[in-house]
DNA sequence: CATGAATGAGGTTTCATTCAT
DNA sequence: TATGAATGAAACCTCATTCAT
């Protein structure tokens, strides 16, 4: 049910990772704890479920941009990328905000894992497109990349970004990523 | 008590935080619980002291790196800040990986902004002496040269990093920093 | 309906006591709670239903048996008695061996009890009218009949019967019973 | 602790097996449910122990009384093991009373059939060394022993002993052991 | 009649914390 | 000061039962 997806990010939001238990999204969602075992078998079922439309929602988004831009030149690449990527995470602000909170309390490290891959994939392969430069090691720049526009966005997310800072954000990673690739781009 | 700290880490990494209780650590640290709980008065207070201890370290190691480096050039600044940076988490390798682990089970958010700002603060500083550039926006840039470095280091602990890539990380962090500051420099 | 008897059993076999919940049972026997609850009020009468099935086929196989060897003699009565004790308990021996666990489940013991008082009237009867020995205690001995044909089925069944000892099983009960009213006949 | 043994059996007398709940238990016992759990690490564990030491005294008793009864005859064995198998029996008559309730809810089959297999081999051991007779299948026959025993024991326990059956149960059951004793010896 | 999603009381178990020794 | 048995609130989860469809 999606009343109770809604309720765990709402819990997670408003008392905490610590303080989500079964009772309290059950209740928030307007249903009873059975209900909510119907639906999911055990409390590590739910926050898995949540944490993965989260990011499988990102991974879709830059899959999405990664493609649209093949072969076009890098600066493209990145503002295409870039801005799905930011655009995913803050249009459920709330969302990506709680889960950082929860992806520690679950086994989620292989769902992580599995994500990543999918954006370096989607990054490699955009990138070996490139109309304007060659990469020598593309798992190594992909990985970079995804870190790239992670670390900015957790810490604004966590830090309870200011709404300037999250205007200026987007630029500011465009201009990380584009300084990084051109660095390291082979000579033609 | 020393031991107490290390039980912590050492329970974290092998057990996870939902396993992490007062009696284990204690177990582990070889004293009674009761004794534990005359250094700490909770188990917040001991995961915070842990927490703190770690990135009082790493912000020392930023701030000592980013003192040294006053009026030198953009690229001895990147590879002073980076390099400690990147040494003072991986010296330590399981408790930075313990710890992000714990993050969320405490209300850790003040703290981890505290460091934030001082990270901040020494980069700044260093940054407004460089010889080589000029900026606009320090605290904007600043709050993204510390993320250009949180974020690939946290994707490589979490990750569980190659000893390949992990050889490569400080190499590639340099590049992504220094790629980023050159771009944002202010025309000489 | 017969498809929830069965189910029952099955289930009480396959999973144990305590995993026998109704919706299992109605699961397996491929209807719904909600018609489980037609067919029987609640959880303790389909188990006292299923309980006294059992109990009252035994019961009846030992009248019959009683009654068709009145003023026989007493090898012949106990032959009688005997073989359809066993044949009535192994005939079905799922079931017989599921419902040993269900006993505690269930305010069983009136039920067990009106079953054994209806045994004992059944073989009181017979022996009153025996050929060849008369005896005191009728009620008494009657008791110790049932229980001495009760104790090795039980320790059988529950034991996880060899096929040889199963085989044996009747021949010994046999010479328990015959041997002990033998012993406690009156004297001529 | 004693007290959560002594517990145990009363609320198992009291209230019957379903409603035995672990904060029962305790609250009888006069500990907190947490102090229960310091010494049985779940339900299954403190059940198991009641039975499992319900179980050795009477297979202590019995080994005892075959032990001493090596070499008698056939009669003095018969009395000295019903006898010690009674009076264990009996002299906790609620403990033993209580117990065949717990029985079933348990993964007790394995510590059922060991104390069978132990008694089996007092009487075994016992039954060779007869004075006045000698048997085939030593197995079966001491396998129906404890049977013979069992049934009438159970039933009485089970069915509410009138005190004037519980007196005459010892005899019958001599009668009863002894008479299938003698049927199966072999010819002198 | 049949269905099966919803209910929620109640069971088992954990664990931070205290305090008498 | 150190100990660790005792505590009990609170978490997770089950399952007999109901009732709108």
Same mark, same amino acid.
């Given at each position: 049910?999606?009343?109770?997806?809604?309720?765990?990010?709402?819990?997670?939001?408003?008392?905490?990772?610590?303080?989500?238990? @079964?009772t309290?999204?059950?209740?928030?969602?307007?249903?009873?704890?059975?209900?909510?075992?119907?639906y999911?078998?055990?409390?590590?079922?739910?926050?898995?479920?949540?944490?993965?439309?989260?990011?499988a929602?990102?991974?879709?988004?830059?899959?999405a941009?990664?493609?649209?831009?093949?072969?076009?030149?890098?600066?493209?690449?990145?503002? $295409?990328?870039?801005?799905?990527?930011?655009?995913?995470?803050?249009?459920r602000?709330?969302?990506?905000?709680?889960?950082?909170?929860?992806? =520690?309390?679950?086994?989620?490290?292989?769902?992580?894992?599995?994500?990543?891959?999918?954006?370096?994939? !989607?990054? =490699?392969? +955009?990138?070996a497109?490139?109309?304007? $430069?060659?990469?020598?090691?593309?798992a190594?720049? =992909?990985?970079m990349?995804?870190?790239? +526009?992670?670390?900015? @966005?957790? !810490? +604004?997310?966590?830090?309870?970004?200011?709404?300037?800072?999250?205007?200026?954000?987007?630029?500011?990673?465009?201009?990380?990523?584009?300084?990084?690739?051109?660095?390291?781009?082979?000579?033609?």
């Amino acid at each position: 049910m999606d009343a109770i997806f809604e309720a765990t990010i709402q819990v997670l939001l408003g008392d905490g990772a610590r303080r989500l238990t @079964t009772t309290r999204v059950a209740e928030r969602a307007g249903v009873s704890v059975g209900t909510l075992y119907q639906y999911y078998p055990n409390k590590q079922a739910l926050l898995f479920a949540v944490l993965q439309r989260h990011l499988a929602r990102v991974a879709e988004a830059v899959e999405a941009a990664a493609r649209a831009t093949h072969h076009a030149r890098l600066s493209v690449m990145v503002a $295409a990328v870039v801005g799905a990527f930011v655009h995913a995470k803050t249009e459920r602000i709330d969302e990506a905000c709680a889960l950082y909170r929860v992806a =520690s309390e679950l086994d989620s490290t292989e769902l992580v894992k599995a994500v990543a891959r999918r954006n370096r994939a !989607a990054i =490699s392969a +955009m990138l070996a497109t490139a109309s304007d $430069a060659r990469f020598d090691d593309l798992a190594l720049i =992909s990985f970079m990349f995804s870190a790239a +526009m992670a670390g900015p @966005t957790r !810490a +604004m997310l966590e830090g309870g970004a200011s709404p300037k800072m999250l205007r200026a954000l987007r630029g500011q990673m465009e201009s990380l990523c584009l300084g990084y690739l051109r660095h390291e781009a082979l000579p033609a």
